[in-house]
């Protein structure tokens, strides 16, 4: 996964195309190189994805994608824009069901970074700056399409709130990558 954090990824937020069923299916089971470097899951909505780098549509079509080049997981403001779609049940779609702090976990197989959901609206798409980072603050920010015409983004940010080394999580933070 090392590797693929200095691999060059796609950041262009305009290249990122609207999905269906068909096309998720389609990335799914095509046999892509795709730069994984980590995995999100949130047990409370049924979450469990790949972390990209990057934002190409086939990433994107498979799990969730970095938003900035040299993100950290458990620095500064770590970004993730996923699709959502018909089907509640796919991708960042589970976000809509999200509440206040639940947790997050986002991980790279070294550490387990654990975010509290501190905070979740449906912004205009033209508000980019909810990944910009904080002063001081560590912190996740999950995007994704608010509704299925992608006329307003769904935003869900977290407070990191621990950080476990992998090989000492326990059980059940492991059964959540698995």
């Given amino acids: 996964m090392e590797d693929n954090l200095k691999r060059k990824g796609n950041f262009d937020f305009d290249s990122v195309e609207s999905i269906s069923n068909e096309l998720v299916l389609k990335a799914q089971f095509k046999n892509n190189d795709l730069p994984i470097i980590g995995g999100i899951a949130i047990h409370n909505v049924k979450l469990s994805l790949p972390i ?22 458990g620095k500064r403001n770590y970004a993730l824009a996923s699709h959502s779609a018909k089907d509640k049940t796919i991708l960042f779609s589970p976000l809509e069901f999200i509440s206040l702090k639940e947790k997050i976990y986002v991980t790279d197989l070294k550490n387990i970074y654990i975010y509290q959901v501190s905070f979740k609206e449906k912004v205009d798409p033209l508000r980019v700056e909810v990944i910009d980072d904080i002063p001081n603050k560590n912190m996740i920010t999950l995007v994704t399409c608010g509704d299925l015409a992608a006329v307003t983004r769904l935003i869900v940010q977290g407070t990191l709130i621990d950080t476990v080394e992998f090989k000492n999580a326990n059980q059940y933070i492991h059964s959540l990558f698995s």
């Fill in 52 to 73: 990209y780098n990057g934002l190409d549509n086939t990433s994107l079509l498979s799990g969730a994608g970095t938003m900035k080049p040299d993100q950290q997981m």
